[in-house]
């Protein structure tokens, strides 16, 4: 059922609010119990999200055995059937791709439909491949498919990414925990969902040193089994929250946070003037009014998270002073300015920079999710403007948030959830339940 999401703005919030598992670490994790050939895997700590069901339905596309229940998933990998992942799924969600590596090892062939592009940009693949080709994998395209097979077992290889991709990296990182020999990734990503993929794997029996670091180095092993692990805390689903707290002057506790994960979000909020406490369950934002204009740049990590932009760009429209919002990591990444644009923000886009003067009194309008980020961006906007919003593509922030809606209305927001068919009268709006159930894929 299509949904959208109505915010009366101006309310402050107050509280605590958890986080969920990161959804860019359950997506590779799961995709890497494809490599496990004994026991299950038990993987905790895994958001309910749309995304989530598709990674498991292509795993239950390939023959294995899955079974999700209260935030956990149990795989297990002993008998695989197909190595295909049809067009269905793929195009659903880009990380689907991440299941060609751990196939190409475990079975020596994997036949993927393409990605494609999407909103944020058009997220070429050729990383990856150049990775599996390295260690020895042949790769044809025909169809809107991508086959890759390697006679007998992968082999170990020194690949140099020309691009910090987390993708490409935790591809090659998969692939090659069961190669043959070593593997050296320069120019690795950084980002901590590559180093909780690691963490995963060699608790799956894999040797893998470095991650976290720009060089990783994958002693292949000839065999991985089941094993158990706690997904980490979504850095993004923090951030989000810490800008709610800061865009409503409000003081949040934002529970499982980790700041060492973090500290780009937390220096920038500090440079505007958002005051943050952290402990070691989580982290306290607040803030002193007025806010300071910053200029930020989105980078690979350790630097500000390209899936922060739009969010953070929410928080500088209330900012006193003129910020620069330069985009680096895609190329179409500002689909929110338009829609912000509509709620009476002062935005130019000017190539990769957008000019965001701060100050002007936030108007509700009805605007429309152009993506995950983008339309997290928007609720965020409507909480600091005068009236009500109403955001529509609201699958898109499903993607990415455990019920945005009912965890900000527990704080305190004015924010529902609506059908959209039948939201044109009061009457019928009242009868309706707040929320409804994160949509099933099923
Ligand atoms: C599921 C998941 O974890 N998604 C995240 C992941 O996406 P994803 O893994 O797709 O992002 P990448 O790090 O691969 O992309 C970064 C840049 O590298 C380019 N590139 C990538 C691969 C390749 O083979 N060739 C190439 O040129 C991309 O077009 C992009 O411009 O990291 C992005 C960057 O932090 C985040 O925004 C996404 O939320
Ligand atoms: C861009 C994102 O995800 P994906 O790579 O799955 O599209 C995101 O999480 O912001």
Redesign the pocket.
């Known amino acids: 059922m299509m949904n959208k999401i109505i915010v009366r703005g101006g309310k402050k919030l107050s509280g605590r609010v958890k986080i969920h598992g990161a959804k ?1 670490a359950v ?1 590779p994790i799961i995709a890497a119990s494809i490599l496990g050939t004994d026991g299950v895997s038990v993987i905790h700590d895994a958001p309910p999200l749309d995304d989530v069901l598709v990674i498991n339905k292509v795993l239950e596309s390939l023959g294995i055995k899955i079974e999700y229940k209260h935030e956990t998933v149990r795989i297990n990998a002993s008998k695989i059937d197909t190595c295909e992942a049809s067009y269905d799924l793929v195009r659903k969600m ?2 689907s791709f991440l299941v060609m590596g751990p196939l190409l090892a475990r079975v020596g062939k994997a036949r993927i439909s393409l990605p494609g592009g999407c909103a944020i ?8 491949l150049k990775g599996f080709e390295a260690m020895g994998a042949e790769i044809e395209l025909g169809q809107g498919y991508i086959e890759a097979r390697v006679s007998g077992r992968l082999k170990g290889a020194k690949v140099y990414l020309d ?1 910090a ?4 990296t935790e591809n090659i990182m998969m692939a090659a925990a069961l190669a043959e020999g070593t593997t050296l990734i320069e120019n690795a ?1 950084k ?1 901590p ?1 590559i180093v909780d993929l690691a963490n995963y794997l060699n608790a799956m029996g894999a040797k893998i040193r470095g991650a976290g670091t720009g060089m990783i180095r994958i002693d292949g092993v000839s065999k991985l089994t089941g094993a158990v692990h706690t997904v980490i805390p979504d850095r993004i689903e923090a951030g989000t929250y810490m800008i709610a707290a800061a865009i409503t002057n409000s003081d949040l506790y934002i529970e499982g946070a980790i700041g060492d994960h973090l500290r780009p979000i937390i220096s920038k909020m500090q440079e505007m003037g958002v005051q943050i406490e952290e402990d070691e369950n989580g982290l306290r934002v607040y803030t002193d009014r007025p806010l300071r204009a910053v200029d930020l740049k989105t980078l ?1 990590y350790p630097g500000f ?3 922060m932009q739009s969010q953070m760009m929410a928080l500088l429209l209330l900012a006193d002073g003129t910020s620069l919002v330069t985009e680096t ?2 190329e179409n990444r500002f689909m929110h300015v338009e829609q912000m644009l509509n709620m009476n923000a002062q935005i130019k886009v000017e190539g990769r920079t957008a000019v965001v003067s701060g100050g002007s009194k936030l108007q509700g309008a009805k605007v429309c999710a152009t993506d995950l980020r983008a339309g997290a961006a928007l609720v965020l906007a409507a909480l600091a403007a005068d009236g009500d919003t109403e955001i529509t593509g609201i699958h898109h922030i499903d993607r990415g948030y455990v019920n945005i809606a009912e965890k900000l209305s527990v704080l305190g927001a004015d924010i529902r959830r609506i059908p959209v068919e039948i939201v044109d009268t009061e009457e019928e709006e009242q009868t309706l339940p707040l929320f409804s159930v994160q949509p099933s894929l099923a």
């Open positions: 860019n997506l880009r990380a940009g058009t997220r070429p693949i050729d990383q990856h691009v991709s987390v993708g490409a990503a980002e969902e690979p998270p390209t899936d990591v895609f």
